[in-house]
RNA sequence: GGGGGGUUACCGAAGCGGUCAAACGGGACAGACUGUAAAUCUGUUGGCUCAGCCUUCGCAGGUUCGAAUCCUGCACCCCCCA
């Protein structure tokens, strides 16, 4: 594992780096410090973000220490780069509570107590708010030249359009260029990663490196995870996949890259987990003769959900899995039920409705899954109708105390996959 | 200002006095198939106390045994002429 070098190439987790032939023997000698940054726009990472904290924890384990910069000070500011207009600036309280939140998962795959190799979880705006505005333009922005912050594509795309650019975004690379400055200050860090996107942020850094310290600084980008279509991986129709068990329950997490295509699995399996070579080489192998089993995006599902969630989610969105895959439910408690179906619409019903008799018609309206009387029988005619995981296909089906799954709930299903939750109270 | 055309269920679009809860296409939903993929095939698609009843065809009235269909007024949209 101490070759971390040919590990990321052959991952194809290097897109461009600064120096390639000084990097992998000045790697490989062990004990460098290294930053990624880190967007605190909301109070959980997403699954975007789950690269390059990756990359930080391969660094990591690679003998290195790795240094998580979260833009307190840049968040508020916004990064033109790959954005196609003005961001919304965030407050000082949200930028907070983001970053307290990032933290706590930070702490899932980065070690901050290994010594001197510990993880560090720095906020840029430390170090920013006791800056004034003269003096950084004194230190800092004399060092930038105009014309070579405007040669930068993240800027000359944006003032090629419409939406143009303002002066504090134009600033952002500023920002930037010199947390990396103060990084290899305080810290002696001196390797910069991001995604590809960043090489001009990076690029910045470095050059402001040489100018105000004299130091030759490096930086390394790592590709966009992007799918075979060309779309961002992590999201989906209904809006990001969250690393926040709160935002994403883990069996949301671990349905999304059980679907990932059959295309993008290699490269997932390559740039999001830690399996060595000749096991993903296995997988590519076993997802080309046989598709069908999943293999690929089985594995991929698992190692990233444990990663995230534990084994405990793990288990979760695996009990989950089997349950909204076709097993019946019964015997179950309420609070594993809630767990499982946390991203299900549930209502409440008083316990007497069913106890008296609950027709299943009305069972499927009240839950929400039928929008009507007439729409609720047609369902169950035509066999898509399903209480705890059982078809029902009698119109005049009546349900009682005996049909619960748990203490008190009831699991209703139309058709494949909408679930409903009805729990009865009282 | 004058002339003509339109307004139908989620969307598009037939229907032009009874056989209209309203053709057809799309979408959506369900079933089969399948790899939790794509495609395909089948069914359903106003409400209800569901072999029966009730409410829908821009809105309000009227004619008629009977109207989405005919008449009158109103609203909105489109086109042509000024």
């Not at 290294?34 to 699954?47: E, K, N, Q």
């Not at 930038?144 to 650019?165: E, I, Q």
């Not at 590809?196 to 995870?225: E, F």
């Not at 209480?387 to 748990?406: C, F, H, I, K, P």
Request: one cysteine or more; charged letters at 25%.
């Amino acid at each position: 594992m101490s070759d971390i070098f040919s590990d990321l190439q052959w991952r194809g987790l290097i897109h461009q780096t600064t120096a390639d032939d000084f990097l992998p023997k000045w790697l490989s000698e062990g004990g460098r410090t290294v930053y990624a940054g880190f967007d605190p726009t909301a109070d959980s990472l997403h699954v975007g973000s789950l690269l390059p904290l990756m990359l930080l924890r391969r660094f990591q384990k690679a003998g290195h220490r790795p240094i998580a910069i979260v833009g307190g000070a840049t968040g508020m500011i916004g990064d033109p780069s790959g954005k196609s207009s003005e961001r919304n600036l965030l407050s000082t309280e949200q930028l907070e509570a983001n970053i307290a939140g990032i933290q706590v998962q930070m702490q899932k795959l980065l070690d901050f107590d290994a010594g001197d190799q510990s993880a560090l979880l720095v906020n840029n705006n430390d170090w920013m708010k006791e800056f004034s505005y003269t003096a950084f333009l004194r230190d800092v922005g004399k060092n930038f030249p105009v014309n070579v912050m405007l040669g930068k594509d993240s800027v000359k795309s944006r003032l090629g359009s419409d939406a143009g650019l303002s002066y504090t975004e134009f600033s952002y690379m500023l920002l930037q260029a010199y947390d990396f400055v103060h990084l290899n200050k305080q810290y002696d860090c001196e390797l910069q990663i991001g995604g590809s996107d960043q090489w001009g942020n990076v690029t910045a850094g470095i050059d402001l490196g040489r100018r105000m310290l004299s130091k030759q600084l490096y930086g390394m980008t790592c590709p966009l995870l992007t799918k075979t279509d060309g779309t961002k991986m992590g999201k989906t129709e209904s809006g990001a996949i969250w690393l926040s068990s709160d935002r994403t329950s883990p069996y949301a997490f671990y349905q999304y890259w059980y679907n990932v295509a059959d295309e993008d699995a290699g490269k997932c399996l390559r740039f999001l987990t830690e399996l060595d070579h000749a096991e993903i080489e296995a997988l590519d192998a076993a997802r080309s003769e046989a598709p069908q089993k999943r293999e690929s995006q089985t594995k991929l599902a698992e190692e990233l959900t444990r990663l995230i969630h534990g084994d405990d989610g793990l288990k979760k969105a695996q009990l989950a899995k089997e349950i909204f895959f076709g097993a019946e439910i019964a015997n179950l408690v309420d609070q594993d039920l809630a767990d499982i179906f946390a991203d299900v619409p549930s209502s409440e019903l008083p316990m007497a409705r069913l106890s008296e008799g609950l027709p299943m018609i009305d069972a499927f309206v009240e839950a929400g899954l039928s929008k009507s009387k007439g729409d609720a029988r047609r369902t169950i005619q035509q066999g898509g109708a399903y209480v705890n995981n059982a078809r029902r296909e009698d119109v005049a089906t009546t349900l009682g105390t005996d049909d619960l799954a748990s203490e008190s709930m009831l699991v209703l299903r139309s058709g494949k996959k909408k679930y409903a939750l009805l729990r009865f109270v009282g």
